[in-house]
Every structure is written in C-alpha cells, then in structure tokens.
C-alpha cells in the first residue's frame, strides 16, 4: 500500500493536507490479486515468475486458438454449407442438429449407393457412431450404479465412525478442495504435502511402533544394569586388582545383544 498526499478546501477557504490510500503495484497486481487469490507472493521477483508463466501459458492459449480457428476456415472453405448450419443453429436456439443437417445436406448424401467410393465410409461411420453411442449409454449407467453403492459406502462409513454433522461437513469440504482442484488441474504444493502424507501414513506408524518397543527394550535394560550396580554397590567386581590374572569375560546378557541390534538399525532416529 502506498499513501499519496491530496489537498482539499475547507469551509474558511484554507487548504489542507489529506492523505489517501491506494493500493501499491498498479493495475497488473490489482488484476492479479483478484483473478487469482490463491496464488500470492512475498517479493516482486516471485510475482514476476508467477506473471511471466501466465503470460506465457495464455500465448500457448492463443496459439491454440489460431490453429484450431485456421482449421475450422479450411474446412468451411471446402465445405460451405458448415456455415449454414451454424448460422441457422445460431438463429434458432430450438433447431436441432438433425433439422439443420437436413435444411443443408442433401438427403441422399447421407445414404450413398453400394458401390459408390462413399458406400464403405458411411456404413464404418454408422458402426463407429453407434459404437460410441453404446459406449456413452454403458459408462453413463456404471457412473450411476457407482454414485448409488457409494452413498451406502459413504453413510454406512459415517454411522461406524461416528462422524457429527460438523465433521462430515468438513469431510466433504476437504475432498471437495483437493479432487476440485485437481480436475481443474490446479495442483498447488499443499495438495502434493497432504497426499505425501497420507502415501506415508502407514510406514510412519509402523516406524513409529517399532521405535517405541525398542524404547521400552531400552528402558528394560537400563533397569536391569541399575539393578546389578546396586547389587555390587557400584565396586568393581572380584579379581579386577592389578597384578591378578583376569578370567574369562562374561558372556553377553541378553538385553545387550538387543541393544546393539537396535542401535545398528535404529541409530538414524536419534
């Protein structure tokens, strides 16, 4: 924000000093900030990068556009009756494809004679057509079988877990957020945080459990050197003095052979 200084007359005829607010940066980030709340910045730089892929996303846009509308005159200039039809769809919202097709194609066209170079083409068409056809008709009934099982799926989840109203709300707003954004293909660094997550979720507490049983093993041990301290009263076991011949070393307790292996393993989580 920036602050501009205006005068302005009073009552007595004396001027006095104002000062107004505006919002810094110009119309480029006024555009910016209200067509994309979601993408700030911290500094002019990252603005700049961020201006710079629109803009250069929006040209890639453009060019798109300019190649389809190039192929769209080619073909209208081969073909001008396409015009036609768009040009009485354009004026009767009620006409169908059907009637406009049949105001400008002759009717013939549409069932050449067998033998004809165009017989073999139509018939391939028709098949392809009613092949997509049925295809849309299957996917259409499998997307409505699917939204029936999972709103049993759904209500039966919430009843087991005992979701309040307030938390299946936030459910679906949550699910909302991420798949919406997803299939808007906006995929922001928070989206990809929070399904790293939840990728990780059960090697994380899997890890976690372990670490936890090695701290109790641990905590075993510990107890138990205590214990055989307090037992010699923390002196120096027999036949330690200089001079006398040491015997054999005892042979390892089994909390130690524990404790190596989990430091060998776990040593990283410290």
Known sequence: MVAEVTTAATDNGVAEAAEVTKPS??????????????????SDDEFDGLLADYLAESDEKMRGHETAEQAFRDVAKNHPEILDMVEALSDDPDMTLAEALFRNVDEDEFFPEEGSPDFERMRNARKER????????????ALADNLTASESVVREWFEKNEMSDEDRKALGDLIDKHLGAYMENRIAPETLDFYRRAMRYEGDVADAREIGEIKGKNAKVDAERQRRREETDGLPSAGSAAG??????????????????????????K
């Open 244 to 269: 006398i011949k040491q015997s054999e070393p005892a042979p390892k307790e089994w909390y130690d052979d524990i404790e190596e292996r989990a430091n060998s393993r776990l040593g990283w989580f």
């Open 130 to 141: 009613m092949g997509r056809r049925e295809a849309a008709k299957a996917r259409d009934k």
């Open 25 to 42: 940066g110009g119309r480029v980030k006024a555009f910016w900030a209200e067509k994309f709340p979601e993408k700030t910045y911290e």
